[in-house]
């Protein structure tokens, strides 16, 4: 039987969008790699060289990192939630009343900037 002709997914994207993400989190890829029970080589690999993770790997990157699958799969959509925002709702949920108090300021400021221009 003949292979389909289909064009492979290029995860180049993706692995870019988990490595950034992973920074972000302020993990090292040492630290990632050793509590994900993988190997550094196979992490560098997937992040920098686009090679196709196994689905059960690739979903706990997504997970781990707040990584939204719909910006890498339908990039021509605008995700509900993109991975900024998912990063931002995880830090919003550990943060005090009084450093969501400072944060709302500072976001209206940041509106109020944005207006003007």
């Not at 890829?29 to 689905?55: C, I, T, W």
Request: a positive charge; charged letters at 30%; aromatic letters at 8%.
């Amino acid at each position: 039987m003949a292979k389909r002709p289909v064009p492979k997914f290029d995860f180049k994207p993706a692995g870019q969008a988990i490595k950034e993400a992973r920074k972000a989190h302020g993990d090292s890829r040492k630290k990632a790699s050793d509590e994900m029970f993988l190997s550094p080589r196979y992490l560098v690999n997937v992040e920098n060289k686009g090679q196709h993770p196994s689905l059960q790997v690739f979903y706990e990157l997504v997970t781990r990192y707040g990584v939204s699958v719909d910006q890498l799969f339908f990039p021509e959509q605008s995700a509900e939630k993109g991975t900024q925002r998912r990063q931002l709702d995880a830090l919003l949920d550990n943060m005090s009343e009084q450093g969501l108090r400072i944060l709302i300021a500072a976001a209206k400021e940041i509106l109020e900037v944005e207006k003007e221009n």
